[in-house]
């Protein structure tokens, strides 16, 4: 018995209105002014990073194919920050609550990007402008040059997304560094966080293409009939061998590579990833006797499951070249009818992302 060739698809506002408004503003501006003095806060660590996510240092090659809702990008920010009061103001004694700050992110990579840019603090994901105090007062004094040790501190954690929203018609990034979320006072903080080089960004249709022209085959070694007692996996002789994919390594994007391999199964044992063998002269089902394919990409061998999606890879490995190690075997599915024959399984495989 030998030789199963693989084929693939490819799936691939009138002068009564401003006065209320400017009323309105002119509240806001009195009630959110601060009555004591300002905080000036920074980091314990030699080289302070303020980088909330840069496009010049990931893949910044967006898939404009991906599901609306996708999550393209997440990254978190995790760091302590000292806060001491300047002594400055009228009350620079009063103590005053660490924020830490929204800034709003609404469209900031054009209104036709698709793309939403949401900041996660205190469980609180969005874009608009918001404070939200830590918990933690102080009014211990700070000035340049003294020692920062005995100063309070707060601990940052905040997860900024990438999200596509809408379709990706155009990219026109306000600014080519963007703040995202500061820290210190109420609604400012000299402690500053950016998302930056949004000129990097670009759109793209191409993910993974097939490798050379796509057919793969595999020819396992003669099994003796009279040598199978029972029904059964049957280890030797087996075959190993790949199917290989390019994929685009500049891609961003959290999504996983998906491989689905369908064909002729056996009913009632998809789990044991048997597919039938067919007589090469006849076209016949052989009875008693199936094809077992099983795939390591996830670093052990495990059944192919007929037209389940299984994991092959992500973009955030930024991979050219991705392997995925396949196994054949034989495997007798009953004794009563073995004969022997010379036969050939025919299976599809689909590349996905998901």
């Given at each position: ?21 400017l ?14 003095a300002?905080?000036t ?19 910044n ?7 609306i ?11 302590t920050i ?11 004694f ?5 924020f ?9 990579l ?8 949401y900041?996660?603090i205190?469980g609180?994901r ?5 404070a939200?105090?830590?918990g ?14 005995y ?5 940052v ?13 155009s990219?026109?990034?306000k600014?080519?560094n ?14 500053q ?13 191409q ?5 050379g ?14 040598s199978?007692?029972a ?24 999504q ?8 002729e ?15 090469i002269?006849?076209?016949e089902?052989a009875p008693?006797?199936?094809?077992q394919?099983l ?14 999606n ?7 490995e930024?991979?050219t ?13 009953g ?12 299976l599809?495989y689909n590349?996905?992302?998901q």
């Open positions: 018995m030998k030789m199963f060739p693989m084929k693939v698809e490819r799936i691939n506002i009138m002068a009564k209105r401003i006065f209320s408004l009323a309105f503003l002119g509240l806001f501006a009195g009630a959110a002014a601060p009555a004591y300002d905080l806060c920074g980091s314990d660590s030699p080289v302070f990073n303020n980088t909330a996510m840069d496009f010049s240092t990931i893949p090659q967006i898939n404009t194919s991906v599901p809702n996708t999550v393209i990008y997440s990254k978190e920010t995790v760091a000292w806060c001491g009061k300047t002594m400055t103001g009228t009350n620079p009063t103590e005053e609550e660490i830490i700050n929204r800034v709003t992110t609404t469209n900031i054009g209104s036709n990007s698709g793309l939403t840019v900041v996660t205190n609180n969005g874009t608009t402008g918001k939200y105090g830590t933690v007062l102080t009014n211990k004094p700070w000035t340049n040059g003294l020692d920062t040790e100063l309070d501190r707060v601990t954690n905040v997860t900024v997304e990438l999200v596509k929203t809408g379709e990706n018609q990219l026109n990034p600014s080519n963007i703040q995202l979320f500061t820290v210190g006072s109420q609604g400012g903080g000299d402690v966080y950016y998302l930056r080089n949004n000129s990097y960004l670009n759109f793209t249709i993910t993974c293409d097939v490798y022209d796509g057919n793969f085959s595999a020819e396992l070694s003669p099994l003796s009939v009279n199978i007692h029904p059964g996996a049957i280890d030797s002789p087996s075959r190993d061998f790949e199917v290989l994919i390019n994929c685009n390594s500049d891609l961003w994007s959290t996983n590579i998906l491989m689905k391999i369908t064909g199964n056996i009913s009632g044992m998809e789990n044991l990833g048997l597919y039938k063998w067919k007589n002269s006849t076209g089902e008693d006797m199936a094809l394919l795939q390591g990409a996830s670093g052990s061998y495990e059944p192919v499951v007929p037209g389940q299984f994991v092959i890879g992500n973009f955030d930024s991979r070249l991705v392997r995925i190690p396949l196994r054949a075997k034989y495997y007798a599915t004794v009563s009818q073995l004969a022997p024959a010379e036969v050939r399984s025919v599809v590349i996905d992302y």
